[in-house]
């Protein structure tokens, strides 16, 4: 090898060695930068979710009711007899007390009522009187008749007990004949004629018994006749009274009428229709006046057979009238029906509501959420947190940064929240958002906590 070779040679052992430690240089500042890289590549691993925290509360599961406010109370003002109305002191609208004169009625036409009803009384009287009269002489008739059959019923029995005790006493004799004949010491003829001779004796009873019975048989018709007429009546003897009591009732009231020309409203409340004007007629078949209290408002609504089991009479319940604003107001289960309804086959139920404020109306919509399932002191979280794999549920909950896929058993729901019976303590912190993307021992990052 010569000197130029030799020259070549040590050139490219250096360059070797130059890259050797080049190469080394770079692989110590790469162990320096490691560590941080793969934090950075784990960071980029967690799944961000959103969380809640399991703990103790009351669950109830409350079902929704409607249907439209009524009065407490509504009483309709009718005239005891119809009248032309002389002045009305009310509108509609009229806030009116016990006692206030709502209408006057003329007091022209209550002398021609009260002689309308003096003469009705007087026909209905006579009609009652006469009707009465034929029902009480039937009556007569009829218990006159039994006594008769009575009787006859008794000549019956003594002549049926004579006619007896002779053919009692007959009978000896006939079987003696009957033996003489069969010993021939008479002959068949005048066996004959002697018992015919013996039963003739007992003809007269049976003649009588025979008229007897007859005469029975005819009462007895005559009685039958006499029942009939009875039941043909239109009225029995306490329906006739009635009828007159109630045309004496009409004459009455008539006669009052003049101390009734003032129509008064019967309680404290709102004067919510009036149908007449002055010089008009106030009759019964359409109530002048209306008065409502309106100082509570009633809601009836209707509930299943299984429902209105959980429901009892003083509940407390939370009414919405959007009408009147988005904040409920609070009712009183006031009744619970025994019985279905025969048209809708449901239970009647009827929540009151304190309406001293004045803000609701009757006739305003309403709706009524009734509790019919509570749970106190149970641990609960937001339903979002439950996955549901076919019959088995589940939450992730969240330890030391990372996820536990857990099975929980679970109750009542609110449509919110849910009850967790087993599998879940309270404090316990579980993911609502984002298990689509989790799995056990996967880590996390809580982007939001709820309260």
């Known amino acids: 090898m010569n000197i130029r070779g030799s020259k070549l ?13 080049v190469s080394g240089c770079a692989a110590l500042g790469g162990l320096g ?56 002191h009310v509108e509609v609208g009229q806030q009116v007390k016990e006692g206030d004169v709502l209408i006057e009625l ?24 006469l009707s009465k009269k034929r029902l009480n002489d039937l009556e007569s008739q009829k218990s006159k008749l039994q006594v008769e059959i009575d009787k ?25 004949l009957e033996e003489m004949r069969q010993k021939g010491a008479i002959t068949d003829e005048q066996f004959e004629e002697q018992k ?106 209707r509930l299943s057979e299984f429902d209105v089991v959980k429901v009892q009479p003083g509940q407390k319940v939370d009414v919405y009238v959007d009408a009147a604003g988005s904040q409920p107001v609070e009712g ?9 309804d025969p048209r809708s086959q449901a239970y009647g139920v009827r929540v009151k509501i304190d309406n001293s404020p004045g803000k609701l109306r009757p006739g305003m919509f309403a709706r009524a959420g009734l509790v019919l399932d509570k749970k106190e002191n149970v641990v609960v979280v937001p339903k979002r947190a439950i996955v549901r794999q076919g019959d088995q549920a589940y939450v992730f909950v969240i330890k030391g940064g990372s996820v536990e896929r857990r099975e929980v058993q679970v109750g009542m729901d609110d449509g919110e929240r849910i009850e967790v019976i087993s599998g879940l303590k309270s404090g316990e912190q579980v993911v609502v958002k984002g298990q689509a993307y989790l799995k056990e021992g996967q880590k996390v990052d809580i982007v939001k906590q709820e309260s």
């Open 106 to 129: 003329e007091a022209g036409d209550v002398e021609q009522q009260i002689a309308q009803a003096q003469a009705a009384y007087e026909a209905s009287k006579a009609s009652v009187e």
């Open 196 to 301: 015919t001779k013996l039963e003739e004796q007992l003809k007269p009873l049976q003649d009588g018994l025979e008229k007897l019975v007859q005469q029975k048989a005819a009462l007895e018709k005559s009685k039958l006749e006499i029942e009939s007429a009875i039941k043909s009546m239109p009225y029995d003897s306490k329906t006739l009274d009635a009828q007159l009591n109630q045309a004496k009732m009409a004459l009455d009231a008539a006669k009052g009428a003049a101390d009734k020309l003032k129509l008064l409203s019967p309680i404290d409340g709102v004067v919510s229709s009036l149908s007449v004007q002055t010089g008009q007629m106030a009759a019964q078949a359409s109530p002048p006046v209306t008065i409502i209290d309106m100082t509570a408002l009633i809601l009836d609504i």
């Open 152 to 176: 006859v019923n008794k000549q019956i029995e003594d002549v049926q007990k004579a006619l007896n005790e002779a053919k009692q006493a007959i009978e000896p004799e006939i079987a003696r």
């Open 9 to 21: 040679i040590a050139y490219l052992v250096v360059l070797t060695l130059l890259a050797g430690l």
């Open 332 to 340: 009183v289960v006031e009744w619970v029906s025994p019985s279905t």
């Open 33 to 88: 930068k490691k560590p941080q890289d793969e934090q950075q590549a784990v960071e980029s691993q967690k799944v961000p979710v959103e969380a809640a925290t399991a703990r103790v509360d009351t669950i109830q599961n409350v079902k929704e009711f409607s249907g439209t406010l009524k009065p407490i109370k509504e009483v309709m003002v009718i005239p005891q007899i119809p009248g032309k109305v002389s002045k009305v």
